[in-house]
């Protein structure tokens, strides 16, 4: 059984039950107040009480009243003449009370009095007057200024104040005694299979927020909203380690970021600095010198652009804010495009394309999957220490998939550098001064960019033999159909 189950069943259980106790108390109380029985008291209750003769005069009188010279309640001197036998009269002026009683509280009928209905369909009723219980018959009617006037004559009922003086005290410490003990037996019986797993939750709870996640909840035993709570409390404190582990991965990055960006700036603004003072301080004193110093220092400024731009490439990336426009392209003719822009840029170099004779589609952003095929290019030329560079770009399909290789004969990446050339800021030289240049981000784009498109990049290398970077992505099914 459930837990929701049993706590349904318990508190229906206590309703019922004090329900049953309350409606006896009562019904005993009134029995013995009264000397009526159950069912004279339903038919009392039931059948309307005939009126009084007392009340009976005063309603028809005040009623002749109200219906030629309604005013005339405004100022009634005979309203002491007709209160007899407890006979109570109230008249009213929209919420104001002009006459009531002395017996009456004015402030208590303001709060309990009936609303106007000048139908006057519903003439009877009963009213609570500090505490005192009354049956009452009204009549609404219309002053002469048209505001809403209404009087009730009252007849005092049997007050269930003087019941609960007389017997509240004992029906009140009966009823808690039984609650008590009802309650409690059903909260021992729930409190097994609830608190002591709640105790334990609480324990858990405790210990992560003293920052101990190094622990396991132990196996609840059943099937009910407690054992799933428990179920998921140590889902989420797994999940709550690994999110803090990827946080301090995260902080480490972060740290790293910022050391590597302050060396990749600060290296291209010492060398415009550098320059730019030989010039002002005389030292290019000839014309060709001055070009060569502002050549040099305008490509540094360019390399500064370009870093700058991949590490806010990367940074919108890696925050998943860069748009992507995806549409069908054409592998075949952007691997034929991007070889032939490559020969213009890399003339040293020979390039050689390999496609299918079937047309490769997929669905990607061009301009995106073009910058990735053109880094991994530039990474291929820049690590090259052949005499002659040979670029094989190479299209096949595997099943539904379309694989991009591109191959080179470069100095070849270590088995290290193989599982780690993806990574931001790596660099497969040790000096970070090398010739070669770079931020180190390339790749760690081009593998951000590859995975938006569901896609997946990995490395094959050989040392002194050459690299290859292939590329997978999903063919669109409906190109591939036709």
């Given at each position: 059984?459930?837990?929701?189950?049993?706590?349904?069943?318990?508190?229906?259980?206590?309703?019922?039950?004090?329900?049953?106790?309350?409606?006896?108390?009562?019904?005993?109380?009134?029995?013995?107040?009264?000397?009526a029985?159950?069912?004279?008291?339903?038919?009392?209750?039931?059948?309307?009480?005939p009126?009084?003769?007392?009340?009976?005069?005063?309603?028809?009188?005040?009623?002749?009243?109200?219906?030629?010279?309604?005013?005339?309640?405004?100022?009634?001197?005979?309203?002491?003449?007709?209160?007899?036998?407890?006979?109570?009269?109230?008249?009213?002026?929209?919420?104001?009370?002009?006459?009531?009683?002395?017996?009456?509280?004015?402030?208590?009928?303001?709060?309990?009095?009936?609303?106007y209905?000048?139908?006057n369909?519903?003439?009877?009723?009963?009213?609570?007057?500090?505490?005192?219980?009354?049956?009452?018959?009204?009549?609404?009617?219309?002053?002469?200024?048209?505001?809403?006037?209404?009087?009730?004559?009252?007849?005092?009922?049997?007050?269930?104040?003087?019941?609960?003086?007389?017997?509240?005290?004992?029906?009140?410490?009966?009823?808690?005694?039984?609650?008590?003990?009802?309650?409690?037996?059903?909260?021992y019986?729930?409190?097994?299979?609830?608190?002591?797993?709640?105790?334990?939750?609480?324990?858990g709870?405790?210990?992560?927020?003293?920052?101990?996640?190094?622990?396991?909840?132990?196996?609840?035993?059943?099937?009910?909203?407690?054992?799933?709570l428990?179920t998921?409390?140590?889902?989420?404190?797994?999940?709550l380690?690994?999110?803090?582990?990827?946080?301090?991965?995260?902080?480490?990055?972060?740290?790293?970021l910022?050391?590597?960006?302050?060396?990749?700036l600060?290296t291209?603004?010492?060398?415009?600095?550098?320059?730019?003072?030989?010039?002002?301080?005389?030292?290019?004193?000839?014309?060709?010198?001055?070009?060569?110093?502002?050549?040099?220092?305008?490509?540094?400024?360019?390399?500064?652009?370009?870093?700058?731009?991949?590490?806010?490439?990367?940074?919108?990336?890696?925050?998943?804010?860069?748009?992507?426009?995806?549409?069908?392209?054409?592998?075949?003719?952007l691997?034929?495009?991007?070889?032939?822009?490559?020969?213009?840029?890399?003339e040293?170099?020979?390039?050689?394309?390999?496609?299918?004779?079937?047309?490769?589609?997929?669905?990607?952003?061009?301009?995106?999957?073009?910058?990735?095929?053109?880094?991994?290019?530039?990474?291929?030329?820049?690590?090259?220490?052949?005499?002659?560079?040979?670029?094989?770009?190479?299209?096949?399909?595997?099943?539904?998939?379309?694989?991009?290789?591109?191959?080179?004969?470069?100095?070849?990446?270590?088995?290290?550098?193989?599982k780690?050339?993806?990574?931001?800021?790596?660099?497969?030289?040790?000096?970070?001064?090398?010739?070669?240049?770079?931020?180190?981000?390339?790749l760690?784009?081009?593998?951000?960019?590859?995975?938006?498109?569901?896609?997946?990049?990995?490395?094959?290398?050989?040392?002194?033999?050459?690299?290859?970077?292939?590329?997978?992505?999903?063919?669109?099914?409906?190109?591939?159909?036709?």
């Amino acid at each position: 059984m459930s837990i929701k189950l049993r706590f349904m069943l318990s508190y229906i259980a206590v309703i019922i039950l004090t329900g049953i106790f309350l409606i006896s108390a009562f019904f005993l109380g009134v029995y013995t107040l009264t000397g009526a029985s159950p069912g004279e008291l339903y038919k009392a209750a039931t059948l309307q009480r005939p009126l009084s003769t007392d009340e009976e005069n005063a309603f028809l009188e005040l009623k002749m009243l109200a219906k030629s010279t309604p005013d005339q309640l405004l100022e009634y001197q005979n309203f002491k003449s007709l209160e007899k036998s407890d006979v109570q009269i109230v008249v009213r002026k929209n919420d104001t009370i002009v006459y009531s009683s002395a017996d009456l509280s004015k402030k208590s009928l303001l709060v309990h009095q009936p609303n106007y209905e000048m139908n006057n369909l519903n003439m009877r009723g009963t009213i609570d007057n500090q505490g005192n219980l009354f049956r009452y018959i009204k009549f609404d009617y219309l002053y002469s200024d048209g505001s809403e006037g209404s009087f009730m004559v009252l007849q005092s009922e049997n007050s269930y104040t003087e019941i609960l003086q007389k017997w509240g005290a004992l029906i009140i410490g009966a009823v808690l005694l039984f609650g008590v003990l009802v309650i409690g037996l059903l909260s021992y019986f729930v409190a097994r299979s609830v608190i002591r797993p709640i105790v334990h939750l609480k324990e858990g709870a405790e210990k992560i927020e003293a920052g101990n996640l190094d622990f396991e909840m132990e196996e609840p035993k059943g099937k009910n909203e407690i054992s799933t709570l428990i179920t998921t409390f140590e889902q989420m404190r797994i999940r709550l380690k690994k999110s803090l582990e990827v946080q301090e991965q995260y902080e480490n990055n972060r740290k790293e970021l910022l050391s590597n960006i302050s060396h990749d700036l600060k290296t291209p603004i010492t060398s415009i600095v550098g320059y730019i003072e030989g010039i002002k301080d005389g030292v290019a004193n000839t014309p060709e010198k001055q070009a060569k110093y502002l050549e040099i220092a305008h490509a540094k400024a360019k390399d500064m652009d370009a870093l700058i731009d991949e590490l806010f490439l990367f940074s919108k990336l890696d925050l998943h804010k860069e748009p992507f426009y995806f549409r069908d392209v054409d592998l075949n003719a952007l691997l034929s495009q991007v070889a032939e822009e490559s020969e213009w840029s890399f003339e040293q170099a020979n390039f050689e394309v390999i496609v299918p004779a079937e047309k490769l589609v997929v669905e990607a952003d061009r301009d995106k999957l073009k910058r990735v095929l053109e880094n991994l290019i530039q990474n291929s030329i820049k690590y090259m220490d052949k005499e002659q560079a040979n670029i094989e770009i190479q299209l096949e399909k595997r099943e539904m998939d379309a694989i991009i290789t591109i191959h080179d004969n470069g100095m070849g990446i270590s088995d290290a550098g193989q599982k780690a050339i993806f990574d931001r800021f790596y660099r497969e030289e040790v000096s970070r001064n090398s010739a070669t240049g770079g931020s180190g981000l390339g790749l760690s784009i081009a593998k951000q960019i590859v995975e938006e498109h569901g896609g997946e990049i990995w490395a094959v290398s050989e040392l002194g033999v050459g690299t290859s970077v292939s590329i997978k992505l999903r063919c669109n099914r409906k190109v591939v159909d036709e």
